[in-house]
């Protein structure tokens, strides 16, 4: 690393850590995550009992506990949005960019503390969200060093790192809060699951982001399932998904007026 | 050295910046003046290298701003006070912009003694006045000990003594050999602060020139000649006994006299002798902001109108109606004609209010009304002619 992206990553990382809302929503996510994933295993648990034969086999007691990053991840998303986005709502952003006339410097150094950051609170909440959902299940729990198991955490901790750097990508490209946070939120919380239900848009809807990036954290497939991609292709997709948003925000930074 | 060449900045179909050319020297106060939306905040982005220029180029100590080593320590820039985020502490919002360029953390505190904002450095900036903002954002452009600086409106929200703060400010750091570039709409401040302006509207160039030429081109010293006002005959008789003298003459609107050219004395014996009495013989010295104003006031893009209140107010008794407006007087946007050595076509007043029988001495171009500012003023001269704005 250069002298220069050296000095932008610490001036992002006092930006980061001066300003309320990085622990509030990074908070949020944990909690919301922690707490719906507890919940949601504790309810099948009781459920389990009715279930059918072909629900008992299909039964992912990895991916329950995993329940709550649903939500979760709305508020990672909110962070990501925030990083950038109020750079452009507070002016700052002349103020920085004065300072930082190389703008791929500025842009990626930020997206690179962020992600930094919010790869350590997924990875903690992520294991974290395991553990206490398999607590709550009782003699449904799964084990750490089952087949694949360890994939899915590691892999429900990349899952939001990447939605995250997601949002970062879109906040750049969008340049506002608001319009951000309206067009992602629907999007992850509404759209995408639409999509995913209704069987004629289920083949592209699986393609979308957050679809392709969760099936990392399946370590039961579900029965019927003809996904044409695996648990790290599924990540892969996700990917590049972050790397077009990303690549879209640098270059409306870099050609755009500020 | 900041050098603009040719540089034009078009939103669309508008024109924000028009083929702006000039150079701004170290060593002195450089004032850059303009109405609003004439294109003060946008030349100082261009500057910046933050927007684009659509033709041109500016340069600062020979490079274009994003090609520029170490910027952040050579150039240090105040653009908007309110460019921070609310909820970053002052001291927090500047280590920040210190570890972007690498300075000491030292600095921060030292910059915010300077500006007088070290009891609030751990507050949250959203609570701060205009005035405190605008101390933060100077403390900013002051972080990396620039060579170079740039302050957009730096006085805005200030109290008195803030201002005369950033008056001392700006010439001590350009006594220190630095190029400093201040814009504001304020002539009267320019007039103490800047040794060189830079006067632009509309986004085109209307002088370039120092403060001392400035001054002695626009705020000529003249006398106010006032005759009785129920002889109008002997204002005539004044009028011409003066200008047979050599002086110049100009109506004014109560029925004065503008007279230059002449002494005091001078003027007080050619009244004697014409048998005129006099009600006032008094030296005056036109303001800057006046012809500031008188230059600009031709590309003023937002200017305001009379507010009318239609429809707030009931039916006005009878006998009470409008007032008849008095031509040139209380309408927006017209300021009183320039000292009558400026003469010529340019500046003749509007007709109406000195009586459309009166001969107008200054219907000829004055020969010797060359001041030093004309040339540097005359790519506006269309403009000039039509005060009320086309579009």
Partial sequence: MSMAATQVVRSEWTKIR??????????????????????????????????????????????????????????????GVLVVANEYSSG?????????????????????????????????????????????LGHLKASIGDAGVLRAVIGGGLYMTL??????????????????????????????????????????????????????????????????????????????WVVAALLGGYLVLKRRDA | ??????????????????????????????????????????????????????????????????QLPNAPRHVGALLDAKAVHGGRSARNHLLSLAQLSGIPARRVDEVLGVVGLQEVAGKRSKGFSLGMGQRLGIAAALLGDPQVLLFDEPVNGLDPEGILWVRNLMKALAAEGRTVFVSS??????????????????????????VT?????????????????????????????????????????????????LPLPRISDIAHEAGVRLWELSPHQASLEEAYMRMTQGVVDYRSTDDQKAGLHQVPPPGAGPAVPVPGQGQPGWYAPPPPQQGGPLFAPPPGPYGAPQPNPYAQPAPQGQGPGQPAAAPVTADRTEPEDPR
Wanted: no cysteine; proline share 5%; net charge neutral.
């Fill in chain 1, 18 to 79: 001066s300003v309320a809302s990085t622990v509030w929503t990074l908070g949020l996510a944990v909690v919301v995550t922690l707490a719906l994933g507890m919940l949601i295993a504790a309810l099948s648990k009781n459920e389990y009992d009715t279930m059918d034969e072909r629900d008992r086999l299909a039964f992912d007691p990895t991916f329950t506990s995993f329940a709550g990053m649903s939500l979760g991840q709305l508020a990672m998303i909110v962070f």
């Fill in chain 1, 92 to 136: 700052m952003i002349r103020t920085s960019l004065a300072a930082v006339p190389r703008r791929g410097t500025f842009l990626f150094s930020k997206v690179a503390v962020a992600t930094l950051l919010a790869l350590v609170v997924s990875m903690v909440t992520s294991f974290a969200a395991f553990f206490l959902g398999q607590a709550m």
């Fill in chain 1, 163 to 240: 939605i995250t750097m997601f949002s970062m990508g879109v906040a750049a490209m969008l340049r506002s809060p608001m319009l951000s946070l309206g067009i992602l939120m629907p999007f992850f919380f509404l759209i995408s699951n639409i999509l995913g239900s209704v069987d004629a848009t289920e083949k592209v809807g699986r393609f979308l982001p957050d679809q392709a990036g969760s099936k990392i954290m399946q370590v039961v497939p579900p029965l019927d399932d003809d996904t044409p991609y695996g648990p790290w292709g599924g990540l892969g997709i996700l990917a590049l």
């Fill in chain 2, 1 to 66: 050295m900041i050098e603009a060449v040719g540089l034009t900045k078009r939103y669309g179909d508008k024109t924000a910046v028009h083929n702006l050319s000039f150079q701004v020297r170290p060593g002195a106060v450089t004032g850059f003046l303009g109405p609003n939306g004439s294109g003060k905040s946008t030349t100082m982005r261009m500057i910046l290298g933050l927007d684009n220029p659509t033709a041109g180029h500016v340069t600062i100590s020979g490079h274009p701003y994003r």
């Fill in chain 2, 185 to 210: 709409h304020l002539m009267s401040e320019m007039a103490l602060t800047a040794d060189h302006l830079i006067v632009i509207g509309r986004g085109q160039l209307l002088a370039d020139m120092s």
């Fill in chain 2, 213 to 261: 030429d400035f001054i002695s081109a626009n705020s000529a010293d003249f006398a106010r000649v006032r005759t009785p006002g129920t002889e109008p005959q002997a204002r005539e008789k004044l009028t011409s006994a003066l200008t047979e003298a050599g002086g110049h003459v100009m109506p004014e609107q109560d029925g004065a006299l503008r007279v230059t050219g």
